[in-house]
Each structure stands twice: as C-alpha cells, then as structure tokens.
C-alpha cells in the first residue's frame, strides 16, 4: 500500500466514529464549493468601481474550463479508480458521485475551489481573499474523509487549478508586453 492510500485509511477511518465529523465531511464534500461560490462573487461584488465581477466572470469561466478540461484529459490518461471501488470492503464512503465512478485523479472539486482561491489571491490579494482558503482545505479534506477521493487527487486538483491560474495570468502579462 503507498502513501497516498495510508493517508486515505487515516482520515476515511473516522467515518462512523462521530456524528458531528460525518455530517462536517457530507457538508464539506458535497456542498461547500456552492458556498464558496457564493461568497467569491460577494467578494468581487464588493470591489466599489464592480472591477471585481468584471474580472470573476472575464476569469474564472476560462481559468475553469481550461483546468476542468486538463482534469478530463489526466483522468482519461490515468484513470485511477476512486478509492470505494478499488478498496470496496476497505474505504467507508459516506456518498457516491452520480456521474464520476470513472476517475478520482485528479479532484475536480478540489481544482475549481482552487481555481477561485487562486483566481482572488491574484485579483484582490485581501484577508478576505485569504478567507477562503479554510473553506477549500475544508472541501479537499471532506473529500478524502467521505472515501471519494485520495489526498494526492485533491493535490492534483489544486496543481490543475494553479498551472490553468498561471497560465491565463501569463497570457494575460504577455499580452500586455506585446501590445505596448
């Protein structure tokens, strides 16, 4: 068994043993990234000249579907099972996807609330921005606890979301330096 899969049984172990921690992973897993939806476009709507929305909805559309895209590609090439299915009797999963039995690597939960973190920590480096983060930790987490995911595919999500991030953001710089 590698590392990845001994850190899955650690955190995926404590299903069962806590009402509070199952129902925090459910809630973490399924449903923060709508929340941290949410509070990223109050975030950018509370930017005074509306800079901010203008820049989320220019941003995150293509920053996401370049990374969701690159996360088709990488799961399409690796196709690593998640982990309720190649360790059925093993893993605890307290859900399973509708539509994703087919891959786990990489996170696409994972990759989108990184998308938009990384997307504010550029546009609006605040402590609001930096606000964020414990609510993305809290969905890669709650995603490894409810036995969907391993660690590393909620890393990978996160290194998709910060290549898609850099690459529009590199674009965006070298456009500039062209056109001046």
Request: hydrophobic share 60%; with cysteine.
């Amino acid at each position: 068994m590698n590392i990845d899969q001994k850190l899955f049984f650690k955190i995926n172990g404590l299903v069962g043993k806590s009402r509070f921690l199952d129902v925090f992973g459910r809630i973490g897993a399924k449903h923060v990234v709508f929340f941290i939806f949410i509070a990223s476009l109050i975030l950018a709507w509370s930017l005074e000249d509306m800079s901010g929305v203008y820049y989320f909805f220019i941003f995150f559309v293509p920053i996401w579907f370049l990374a969701f895209i690159s996360n088709v590609l990488i799961g399409l090439a690796i196709r690593r099972p998640r982990p309720y299915v190649t360790f059925p009797n093993k893993a605890k999963p307290l859900f399973r996807p509708k539509f994703e039995n087919w891959k786990s690597f990489p996170s696409d939960h994972a990759m989108t609330v990184f998308v938009m973190f990384f997307m504010f920590i550029w546009i609006m480096p605040t402590v609001w921005a930096w606000a964020l983060l414990p609510f993305v930790l809290w969905v890669c987490w709650s995603r490894v606890f409810c036995g969907v995911h391993y660690l590393g595919d909620t890393i990978g999500g996160m290194i998709v979301a910060l290549i898609s991030v850099l690459f529009v953001f590199i674009q965006l710089i070298a456009s500039i330096f062209i056109t001046n």
